[in-house]
Protein backbone atom coordinates (compact mmCIF):
# COMPACT_ATOMS: atom_id res chain seq x y z
CA UNK A 1 0.00 0.00 0.00
CA UNK A 2 1.65 3.48 -0.66
CA UNK A 3 1.99 5.95 1.53
CA UNK A 4 2.92 8.71 -0.55
CA UNK A 5 -0.95 10.74 0.04
CA UNK A 6 0.11 10.60 3.84
CA UNK A 7 0.33 13.31 5.24
CA UNK A 8 3.29 13.35 8.53
CA UNK A 9 3.12 16.03 11.07
CA UNK A 10 6.53 17.13 12.28
CA UNK A 11 6.49 18.97 15.66
CA UNK A 12 10.02 20.86 15.93
CA UNK A 13 9.97 21.09 12.01
CA UNK A 14 11.93 24.21 11.92
CA UNK A 15 15.09 23.21 14.18
CA UNK A 16 18.57 22.23 13.20
CA UNK A 17 17.14 18.62 12.36
CA UNK A 18 13.14 18.73 11.57
CA UNK A 19 14.57 21.32 8.78
CA UNK A 20 16.41 18.30 7.18
CA UNK A 21 13.77 15.82 7.88
CA UNK A 22 10.89 18.08 6.22
CA UNK A 23 13.23 18.11 2.74
CA UNK A 24 13.67 14.87 2.96
CA UNK A 25 9.99 13.18 3.68
CA UNK A 26 9.04 15.94 0.87
CA UNK A 27 11.41 14.33 -1.58
CA UNK A 28 9.73 11.11 -1.05
CA UNK A 29 6.45 12.39 -1.53
CA UNK A 30 4.68 12.79 1.99
CA UNK A 31 2.67 15.83 2.35
CA UNK A 32 4.22 17.99 5.99
CA UNK A 33 2.51 19.66 7.99
CA UNK A 34 4.87 21.34 10.83
CA UNK A 35 4.26 22.58 14.00
CA UNK A 36 6.69 24.92 15.91
CA UNK A 37 7.14 27.95 18.01
CA UNK A 38 9.40 29.26 15.56
CA UNK A 39 11.78 30.73 17.83
CA UNK A 40 14.80 30.58 15.73
CA UNK A 41 12.48 32.09 12.83
CA UNK A 42 12.17 30.67 9.47
CA UNK A 43 14.96 30.18 8.29
CA UNK A 44 15.51 26.57 8.26
CA UNK A 45 12.41 26.45 6.65
CA UNK A 46 12.11 29.17 4.58
CA UNK A 47 13.63 26.96 1.02
CA UNK A 48 10.14 24.90 1.47
CA UNK A 49 7.93 26.73 3.49
CA UNK A 50 5.28 26.91 0.44
CA UNK A 51 5.53 23.05 0.06
CA UNK A 52 4.35 22.84 3.47
CA UNK A 53 1.40 23.44 6.06
CA UNK A 54 3.00 25.88 9.08
CA UNK A 55 1.19 26.12 12.74
CA UNK A 56 2.97 28.37 14.64
CA UNK A 57 2.51 27.10 18.19
CA UNK A 58 3.84 25.91 21.46
CA UNK A 59 3.35 21.46 21.78
CA UNK A 60 2.08 22.46 25.12
CA UNK A 61 -0.75 24.10 23.97
CA UNK A 62 -1.83 22.19 20.55
CA UNK A 63 -4.72 22.44 19.79
CA UNK A 64 -6.07 18.98 18.84
CA UNK A 65 -7.28 20.31 15.60
CA UNK A 66 -3.99 20.41 14.21
CA UNK A 67 -4.09 16.39 13.98
CA UNK A 68 -6.85 16.54 11.22
CA UNK A 69 -5.94 15.19 8.32
CA UNK A 70 -2.49 13.88 9.88
CA UNK A 71 -1.81 9.89 9.16
CA UNK A 72 1.53 9.87 11.30
CA UNK A 73 3.83 11.74 13.46
CA UNK A 74 7.14 11.93 14.15
CA UNK A 75 8.04 14.26 17.57
CA UNK A 76 11.41 16.69 17.12
CA UNK A 77 9.54 19.04 19.68
CA UNK A 78 10.82 20.69 23.39
CA UNK A 79 14.20 21.07 24.54
CA UNK A 80 17.25 19.36 23.19
CA UNK A 81 20.15 19.72 25.29
CA UNK A 82 21.46 19.68 29.05
CA UNK A 83 22.07 23.73 29.59
CA UNK A 84 18.63 24.22 28.10
CA UNK A 85 17.03 21.47 30.27
CA UNK A 86 19.02 22.63 33.90
CA UNK A 87 18.25 26.50 33.08
CA UNK A 88 13.96 25.63 33.24
CA UNK A 89 13.49 22.22 34.61
CA UNK A 90 10.42 23.24 34.89
CA UNK A 91 9.93 24.19 30.94
CA UNK A 92 12.07 20.77 29.85
CA UNK A 93 9.35 18.32 32.01
CA UNK A 94 6.65 20.20 30.30
CA UNK A 95 7.77 20.03 27.01
CA UNK A 96 9.77 16.54 26.86
CA UNK A 97 7.61 14.76 29.41
CA UNK A 98 3.76 16.06 29.49
CA UNK A 99 3.77 17.03 26.17
CA UNK A 100 4.89 14.40 24.42
CA UNK A 101 2.42 11.87 26.51
CA UNK A 102 -0.42 14.26 25.93
CA UNK A 103 0.75 14.55 22.23
CA UNK A 104 0.36 10.73 21.97
CA UNK A 105 -2.82 10.41 23.59
CA UNK A 106 -4.12 12.87 21.66
CA UNK A 107 -3.21 10.64 18.78
CA UNK A 108 -4.17 7.45 19.76
CA UNK A 109 -7.72 8.81 20.41
CA UNK A 110 -8.14 9.76 16.85
CA UNK A 111 -6.50 7.09 15.24
CA UNK A 112 -3.34 8.04 14.52
CA UNK A 113 -1.12 4.66 14.77
CA UNK A 114 2.43 5.41 13.83
CA UNK A 115 3.98 7.58 16.41
CA UNK A 116 7.78 8.22 16.48
CA UNK A 117 9.58 9.56 19.08
CA UNK A 118 13.17 11.75 19.38
CA UNK A 119 14.87 10.14 22.51
CA UNK A 120 18.92 9.96 22.74
CA UNK A 121 21.12 8.24 23.69
CA UNK A 122 22.25 10.30 26.96
CA UNK A 123 19.59 8.43 28.63
CA UNK A 124 22.39 5.87 29.19
CA UNK A 125 24.68 8.55 30.76
CA UNK A 126 25.23 8.49 34.78
CA UNK A 127 27.85 9.43 36.80
CA UNK A 128 29.84 6.88 37.85
CA UNK A 129 27.21 4.09 36.59
CA UNK A 130 27.27 2.34 33.68
CA UNK A 131 29.87 4.36 31.74
CA UNK A 132 32.56 3.66 33.69
CA UNK A 133 32.47 0.15 33.64
CA UNK A 134 32.95 1.03 29.53
CA UNK A 135 30.37 -1.29 28.27
CA UNK A 136 28.73 -0.96 24.79
CA UNK A 137 24.66 -0.73 25.70
CA UNK A 138 22.38 -1.79 24.17
CA UNK A 139 18.41 -0.41 24.44
CA UNK A 140 17.76 -3.10 27.11
CA UNK A 141 20.49 -2.16 29.72
CA UNK A 142 18.80 -0.76 32.93
CA UNK A 143 19.35 2.88 32.88
CA UNK A 144 18.95 5.29 35.45
CA UNK A 145 19.40 9.27 33.99
CA UNK A 146 19.45 11.82 36.89
CA UNK A 147 20.72 14.86 34.52
CA UNK A 148 17.33 16.77 33.75
CA UNK A 149 16.90 16.59 29.57
CA UNK A 150 18.07 12.77 29.85
CA UNK A 151 15.50 12.24 32.58
CA UNK A 152 12.98 14.37 30.94
CA UNK A 153 13.22 11.67 27.87
CA UNK A 154 13.30 8.76 29.60
CA UNK A 155 10.01 9.53 31.33
CA UNK A 156 8.47 10.12 28.24
CA UNK A 157 9.81 6.99 26.58
CA UNK A 158 8.19 5.08 29.27
CA UNK A 159 4.96 6.80 29.26
CA UNK A 160 4.01 6.26 25.20
CA UNK A 161 5.72 2.47 25.30
CA UNK A 162 2.41 2.22 27.98
CA UNK A 163 0.07 3.56 25.56
CA UNK A 164 1.24 0.55 23.01
CA UNK A 165 -0.98 -1.43 21.69
CA UNK A 166 -2.84 -2.97 18.56
CA UNK A 167 -3.94 1.00 17.41
CA UNK A 168 -1.27 2.39 18.91
CA UNK A 169 2.27 1.96 17.43
CA UNK A 170 5.15 4.49 19.12
CA UNK A 171 8.56 4.08 18.30
CA UNK A 172 11.54 5.62 20.32
CA UNK A 173 14.45 6.63 18.43
CA UNK A 174 17.32 6.90 20.70
CA UNK A 175 20.04 9.18 19.16
CA UNK A 176 23.70 9.65 19.64
CA UNK A 177 24.79 13.13 19.48
CA UNK A 178 24.31 14.45 15.73
CA UNK A 179 26.84 16.44 13.48
CA UNK A 180 26.66 18.08 9.85
CA UNK A 181 24.82 21.08 8.19
CA UNK A 182 21.78 22.09 8.45
CA UNK A 183 19.80 25.77 7.64
CA UNK A 184 18.71 26.15 11.27
CA UNK A 185 22.83 25.57 12.33
CA UNK A 186 23.70 24.79 15.72
CA UNK A 187 26.99 25.41 16.82
CA UNK A 188 26.60 24.04 20.60
CA UNK A 189 27.15 20.24 19.30
CA UNK A 190 30.40 19.00 19.63
CA UNK A 191 31.90 17.90 16.24
CA UNK A 192 29.82 21.76 14.77
CA UNK A 193 31.88 23.16 17.86
CA UNK A 194 35.32 21.71 17.73
CA UNK A 195 34.81 23.27 13.46
CA UNK A 196 33.46 26.78 14.31
CA UNK A 197 36.30 26.67 17.16
CA UNK A 198 38.94 25.72 14.89
CA UNK A 199 37.66 28.40 12.17
CA UNK A 200 37.27 31.44 14.66
CA UNK A 201 40.03 30.75 17.39
CA UNK A 202 42.37 27.71 15.33
CA UNK A 203 42.75 26.23 18.21
CA UNK A 204 40.84 22.89 19.75
CA UNK A 205 40.68 22.27 23.31
CA UNK A 206 40.43 18.41 24.35
CA UNK A 207 39.05 18.49 27.96
CA UNK A 208 40.71 15.17 29.70
CA UNK A 209 42.66 14.76 26.55
CA UNK A 210 39.37 13.61 24.68
CA UNK A 211 39.34 10.22 26.08
CA UNK A 212 35.94 10.29 26.35
CA UNK A 213 33.31 7.68 23.99
CA UNK A 214 30.06 9.36 22.23
CA UNK A 215 27.85 7.63 19.84
CA UNK A 216 27.43 10.29 16.99
CA UNK A 217 25.36 10.14 14.36
CA UNK A 218 25.35 12.71 10.57
CA UNK A 219 22.01 14.85 10.47
CA UNK A 220 21.24 12.99 7.27
CA UNK A 221 21.36 10.11 8.85
CA UNK A 222 19.50 10.64 11.80
CA UNK A 223 16.74 12.10 9.20
CA UNK A 224 16.53 8.49 7.38
CA UNK A 225 16.47 6.93 10.58
CA UNK A 226 13.42 8.90 10.87
CA UNK A 227 12.15 7.71 7.73
CA UNK A 228 12.65 3.92 8.17
CA UNK A 229 11.03 4.42 12.06
CA UNK A 230 7.86 5.82 10.12
CA UNK A 231 7.93 2.88 6.71
CA UNK A 232 8.70 -0.15 9.20
CA UNK A 233 5.75 -2.73 9.52
CA UNK A 234 4.28 -2.30 12.54
CA UNK A 235 4.27 -5.53 14.24
CA UNK A 236 8.20 -4.79 14.00
CA UNK A 237 8.55 -1.67 15.61
CA UNK A 238 5.32 -1.40 17.58
CA UNK A 239 6.69 -0.52 21.28
CA UNK A 240 10.55 -0.93 20.27
CA UNK A 241 13.52 1.22 21.43
CA UNK A 242 16.25 1.81 18.68
CA UNK A 243 19.58 3.44 19.29
CA UNK A 244 20.90 5.33 16.20
CA UNK A 245 24.24 6.47 15.52
CA UNK A 246 27.06 5.69 13.05
CA UNK A 247 29.46 4.25 15.74
CA UNK A 248 31.44 5.15 18.67
CA UNK A 249 34.00 7.90 18.72
CA UNK A 250 36.39 9.27 21.18
CA UNK A 251 35.81 12.61 21.25
CA UNK A 252 39.74 13.13 20.54
CA UNK A 253 39.34 11.53 17.08
CA UNK A 254 36.43 13.94 16.50
CA UNK A 255 38.96 16.80 17.02
CA UNK A 256 41.87 14.98 14.73
CA UNK A 257 39.68 14.62 11.93
CA UNK A 258 38.97 18.91 11.98
CA UNK A 259 42.65 19.21 12.54
CA UNK A 260 43.35 17.25 9.39
CA UNK A 261 41.03 18.45 7.33
CA UNK A 262 41.31 22.38 7.65
CA UNK A 263 45.40 21.02 7.46
CA UNK A 264 44.63 19.64 4.26
CA UNK A 265 43.24 23.46 3.27
CA UNK A 266 46.17 24.93 4.82
CA UNK A 267 44.27 26.27 8.04
CA UNK A 268 46.81 26.29 10.76
CA UNK A 269 45.16 24.63 14.02
CA UNK A 270 46.83 23.63 17.34
CA UNK A 271 44.83 20.95 19.43
CA UNK A 272 45.59 21.36 23.39
CA UNK A 273 45.11 19.32 25.43
CA UNK A 274 43.68 19.48 29.30
CA UNK A 275 43.62 16.03 31.46
CA UNK A 276 42.34 17.52 35.03
CA UNK A 277 39.03 16.01 35.48
CA UNK A 278 35.64 18.47 34.82
CA UNK A 279 32.61 15.79 34.81
CA UNK A 280 33.49 14.12 31.72
CA UNK A 281 30.47 12.05 29.98
CA UNK A 282 31.31 8.90 28.16
CA UNK A 283 29.45 5.94 26.70
CA UNK A 284 29.10 3.76 23.91
CA UNK A 285 25.91 2.02 22.51
CA UNK A 286 25.21 -1.19 20.09
CA UNK A 287 23.00 -0.09 17.27
CA UNK A 288 22.75 -3.78 15.78
CA UNK A 289 18.87 -4.02 16.58
CA UNK A 290 18.03 -0.83 14.33
CA UNK A 291 20.61 -2.52 11.91
CA UNK A 292 18.59 -5.65 11.92
CA UNK A 293 15.13 -4.19 12.48
CA UNK A 294 14.95 -0.82 10.75
CA UNK A 295 17.60 -1.09 8.07
CA UNK A 296 19.65 1.09 9.10
CA UNK A 297 22.58 1.91 8.00
CA UNK A 298 24.59 5.25 7.96
CA UNK A 299 25.93 6.46 4.70
CA UNK A 300 27.64 9.36 5.55
CA UNK A 301 30.93 9.55 7.18
CA UNK A 302 32.74 11.84 9.45
CA UNK A 303 35.11 13.31 7.19
CA UNK A 304 32.82 13.63 4.44
CA UNK A 305 30.19 15.63 7.27
CA UNK A 306 32.67 18.34 8.20
CA UNK A 307 33.80 18.83 4.50
CA UNK A 308 29.96 19.73 3.37
CA UNK A 309 30.36 21.92 6.29
CA UNK A 310 32.86 23.88 5.66
CA UNK A 311 31.33 24.13 2.66
CA UNK A 312 28.05 25.32 3.81
CA UNK A 313 28.43 27.34 6.12
CA UNK A 314 30.27 29.58 3.66
CA UNK A 315 28.05 29.54 1.00
CA UNK A 316 25.09 30.44 3.65
CA UNK A 317 27.12 33.08 5.55
CA UNK A 318 27.59 31.50 8.70
CA UNK A 319 30.75 32.47 9.38
CA UNK A 320 29.55 35.15 12.58
CA UNK A 321 30.27 32.41 15.27
CA UNK A 322 29.73 34.00 18.45
CA UNK A 323 25.72 34.99 17.43
CA UNK A 324 23.64 33.69 19.93
CA UNK A 325 21.27 32.07 17.28
CA UNK A 326 23.45 29.02 16.96
CA UNK A 327 23.97 28.04 20.24
CA UNK A 328 19.92 27.22 22.17
CA UNK A 329 20.92 28.37 25.95
CA UNK A 330 22.04 31.45 24.45
CA UNK A 331 19.28 32.08 22.34
CA UNK A 332 17.01 30.96 24.74
CA UNK A 333 18.31 33.60 27.30
CA UNK A 334 18.48 36.27 24.73
CA UNK A 335 14.98 35.90 24.03
CA UNK A 336 14.01 35.94 27.84
CA UNK A 337 15.57 39.55 28.16
CA UNK A 338 14.15 40.69 24.99
CA UNK A 339 10.51 39.38 25.99
CA UNK A 340 11.02 41.31 29.64
CA UNK A 341 11.99 44.77 28.21
CA UNK A 342 9.12 44.37 25.39
CA UNK A 343 6.34 43.93 28.28
CA UNK A 344 7.91 47.03 30.46
CA UNK A 345 7.68 49.40 27.05
CA UNK A 346 4.98 48.03 25.70
CA UNK A 347 6.14 47.73 22.42
CA UNK A 348 8.91 48.75 19.93
CA UNK A 349 8.30 50.86 17.40
CA UNK A 350 4.22 50.84 17.32
CA UNK A 351 3.01 51.67 20.44
CA UNK A 352 -0.74 51.24 21.38
CA UNK A 353 -2.19 53.95 22.38
CA UNK A 354 0.45 56.17 21.00
CA UNK A 355 -0.46 59.51 19.01
CA UNK A 356 -0.82 58.56 16.01
CA UNK A 357 -1.85 61.80 13.80
CA UNK A 358 -0.40 64.72 12.61
CA UNK A 359 2.55 65.77 10.26
CA UNK A 360 6.01 64.48 10.29
CA UNK A 361 8.60 67.23 9.48
CA UNK A 362 11.81 66.09 7.88
Known amino acids: MSRQKDKILVIGGAGYVGSILVRELLEKGYA ?9 GDIGIREVVDRIELIIDDVRLMDPEVLEDVQSIINLGGLSNDPTAEYNPQANFEMNTVAAENV ?20 YYAPAGLDAEDVILTETAEINPKAAYSKSKFEAEKRLLDLADENFCPVILRKGTIFGFSPRMRYDLVVNTFLKTA ?3 RQLNLHYGGEMWRPLVDIHDAASAYILALEAPEDKVRGEIFNIASKNFRVSELALKVYQILNDRNVDVKIRSDYRYKGIRSYRVSTDKAEDILGFRPKISLEESIVTMLE ?14 YYNIKWMKLL ?10 NGIFNIEGAISKGNICD
Open 32 to 40: VKVLDRMFF
Open 104 to 123: AILAKERGIKRHVYASSCSV
Open 199 to 201: LST
Open 312 to 325: MIQKYGYTDFDHPR
Open 336 to 345: EEIQEIIQRT
